[in-house]
Every structure is written in C-alpha cells, then in structure tokens.
C-alpha cells in the first residue's frame, strides 16, 4: 500500500515492476543480477528521491538469488523497513534490526526466502568525523536497537511522503538540505554510543566547554537559519561525533535536540512578533523545519500551546 500512496513529482520517482525483465532493465543498483526463486510470484516495486548529496531508494523486493557489487564514493546504508525483514548476506542472517554499512566498493552474494521492504542510502560525498562503521571496500554489518532503527525507518518514510506530497515545499532554500539532515541525524542515533559517560579526564571537558560556547556564539549571530552539523563542526574545527559528544556532556542532550530546541524558541519569537501575512507553516519552513505534524507536537510539547494559538495572541 506504501507505494500506492506515493505519487510521483519532480522530486520523487516511483516504479511498480509486474515481471523480472522489466525489473533488470531498469535495475539501478550497479552490477545486480537478481534470480527470482518464485517467477510466478513476481512482484517489486521501487521508488527513489534526490536530496543535495544522498539519494534514497524504497525497493519492494521479492524472493530471490541476489548478486551485486555495490559501489560509492561516500557512504552506502541499507536497513530493513518494518519488522519482517529476512536475508542472508554473504552467510550472515540479517533481520529487521540489521544494517549495512559500506565505503568504496564490496561484492555481495545474497539470498531473499521471500520479499523485503527496505531502503539503500548513497551518500555521493565521504562521510567523515562521525563515528559511523565505514571500512573502505568492505561491507560491515550492524545490529540496531529497535527504537533507533525504528525512528530511522520513519525518517525514510517520512521524507518519501513529505517529497510527494509537498514537492514544491522542496525547492524553498535550505528545506532539501534540512531533510538530509534529518536523515544524518537518525543514522547517528541509530549508532551513539555512551561516549559523554565515559568522559572523566579534566583536559577533555575543558575542551567540551569551549567547544559548547563557540557553538552557542555561532548559534547566536543568526539564530533563525538552520544550521547543519557538518558546518557547525567545521566551524568550530573539530568532527561532527566530538561536537555530539560535548553537547551531551556539557547540555545533556544531544546534539540534534539542542540545535532543534533554539530553533523552536527562534519560531516562537517569530510567531510571537506576528506580522501581516505571517502564517505557522512558513515560519516553520524558514526555520528548517520540513515536516509540519512532527513541528507542531514537538512544539506543543515543549511550550504547553500550539504554534497557532501563539501566532494568534501577537494578532490580537
């Protein structure tokens, strides 16, 4: 039914595939060579979104021999979408919690008893300073905790529905770039660790300190532009997984969490200053954020009243 729902645009391509030859031709993983083990049963589906330096694909699968050779030049992810998930993996068993890391280029012999849901993340660009398991020509493979690996799925979903349904939301500066960043974010919730507790040497939560008042100077010039994690690491010249791990240290949250609450208080200050024309939606967008029913619980959540009934007391 997912499928069905998604309605091609600009954005966001969708495929329904009803035999194995139509599903080769078009096969967009480099080097694949799928031997279906019920033809009679054949059924897939593919759907695939571009966001600035990652494309998404949603594959439907089917019962299968799987040969492939993967290959990226920055990062190569698939997880298991839902809780049915079942393969094996050059002998490895995977599950609904197990993913698949991969830099450069790997071979993979694989076999499906029966059909998957599941997505593939290309990162066109290196992925460095994160932390993530990227061993170069070698696929590495991950078991997830549920709730992690759960939110990440949704992330998918989320950003596949949000691009067909809003698709010219996507063409507003820095909404694409908000979404990847969405996606980053729940890749390294899926993988954190307990780094912040194990910080007991003076030296190193010094250097957190500085590091959280050169982040919140940075914050400070233009607190309404969304800012990115990759940026922000850079412009305080250090990696994206210390800067996590001195903001869970000093702040005691993460990363991800502390730049999102400044971002509500910048749209509440601007809900609150009003103005003629001003509308919820637009001032969430301008502030990054792309997926307004997830915006609005969050924003209720964390000030007691909706983002309209905030906008509607500077109106009156």
């Given amino acids: 039914m997912l499928f069905k729902h998604l309605l091609p645009s600009a954005s966001v391509r969708v495929e329904h595939f009803a035999d194995i030859d139509q599903f080769h031709a078009t096969d967009l993983v480099g080097g694949a060579c799928s031997i279906p083990l019920r033809p009679k049963e054949f059924s897939a589906a593919r759907a695939s979104l571009i966001l600035p330096s990652c494309q998404l694909l949603l594959l439907r699968s089917f019962a299968r021999i799987l040969d492939s050779s993967y290959r990226t030049s920055g990062a190569f992810i698939i997880l298991p979408i839902g809780r049915s998930a079942d393969a094996v993996v050059n002998g490895v ?8 890391f ?3 280029n790997a071979p993979a012999r694989s076999v499906e008893p029966r059909g998957n849901l599941h997505a593939i993340v290309n990162f066109s660009l290196p992925i460095q300073g994160r932390g993530w398991p990227l061993s170069e020509n070698r696929l590495h493979l991950l078991k997830a905790g549920s709730t992690a690996l759960g939110n990440l799925s949704q992330t ?17 500066p820095g909404i694409a770039q908000a ?12 993988l954190a660790g307990n ?13 957190y300190i500085r590091l959280v008042r050169k982040l919140d100077q940075i914050l400070a010039v233009n607190p ?3 800012h990115y994690s990759e940026e922000l690491a850079h412009e305080c010249d250090t990696s994206v997984r210390t800067l996590q791990t001195a903001i869970a ?20 200050q601007r809900l609150m200053r009003g103005g003629a024309g001003l509308t919820v939606r637009a001032c969430a967008l301008a502030n990054g954020f792309w997926h307004m029913g997830e915006f609005a619980l969050a924003y209720r959540e964390t000030f007691g009243e909706s983002p309209t009934e905030t906008l509607a007391k500077a109106r009156y």
């Fill in 93 to 100: 068993a995977l599950d609904h919690q197990s993913l698949i």
């Fill in 102 to 104: 991969l830099s450069g």
């Fill in 156 to 172: 998918v979903l989320d950003l596949f529905r949000f691009a067909s349904e809003h698709h010219t939301y996507i063409a507003i």
């Fill in 179 to 190: 979404m990847q960043e969405s996606l980053l974010t729940a890749i390294d919730e899926v």
């Fill in 195 to 207: 780094d912040a507790a194990s910080v007991t040497n003076r030296r190193a939560l010094d250097r």
């Fill in 224 to 226: 309404a532009v969304s």
């Fill in 249 to 268: 240290t000093i702040r005691g949250t993460s990363l991800h969490h502390y730049l999102r609450l400044r971002r509500f208080w910048s749209v509440r």
